[in-house]
């Protein structure tokens, strides 16, 4: 099993940034490829970004490439999610997760799950 805590949500002003981290605790955190997905009102959980067990592989969704980078410090069993530039668009519950694969875009391919962060972006 693999508890996943998320914080760095808040209010931030269009083109502005802000940083979530997710903290892990159970098994062992380097062994999983982590990822971020976000929840607008309304609308389905779509996948944001995942990197792999190493650091060393990644992966966007187009909508946030260039702007966000996702990374992971094994020694501290926490992955962070950097986000620049940030549009209104933005504005969602960021949920970080754990998987096999930080390839995947597909939610259920997933298999650990935060309670999420909410992130709003002001005009």
């Known amino acids: 099993q693999v508890q996943l805590v998320e914080s760095g949500g808040g209010l931030v002003q269009a083109g502005g940034s802000l940083r979530l981290s997710c903290a892990a605790s159970?098994?062992?955190?380097?062994?999983?490829?982590m990822g971020w997905f976000r929840q607008a009102p309304g609308k389905e959980r779509e996948f944001v970004a995942g990197v792999s067990w190493s650091g060393g592989s990644t992966n966007y969704a187009d909508s946030v490439k260039g702007r966000f980078t996702i990374s992971r410090d094994n020694a501290k069993n926490t992955a962070y999610l950097q986000m620049n530039s940030l549009e209104q668009e933005d504005t969602a519950v960021y949920y970080c997760t754990a998987g096999d694969w930080y390839g995947s875009s597909r939610r259920e391919l997933w298999n650990y799950w935060g309670q999420g962060t909410q992130v709003t972006v002001s005009s």
């Open positions: 159970g098994r062992p955190f380097s062994s999983r490829a």
